[in-house]
């Protein structure tokens, strides 16, 4: 589930992900991953 509402800047501190290099650190993207479910369960609850 996403948030088309809610832009963002991509900061690498942020990133949950331990490698902190992105090919879109600062770029403002549109919309902000809120929820992933796999397999009817909840994966991933963001902020």
Do not use: C, H
Request: hydrophobic share 40%; no cysteine.
């Amino acid at each position: 589930m996403f948030d088309a509402n809610a832009a963002w800047r991509v900061d690498p501190l942020k990133l949950k992900s331990q490698g902190r290099n992105s090919p879109f650190l600062g770029y403002e993207l549109p919309a902000r991953v809120r929820a992933t479910i796999v397999g009817g369960y909840l994966a991933y609850e963001g902020r």
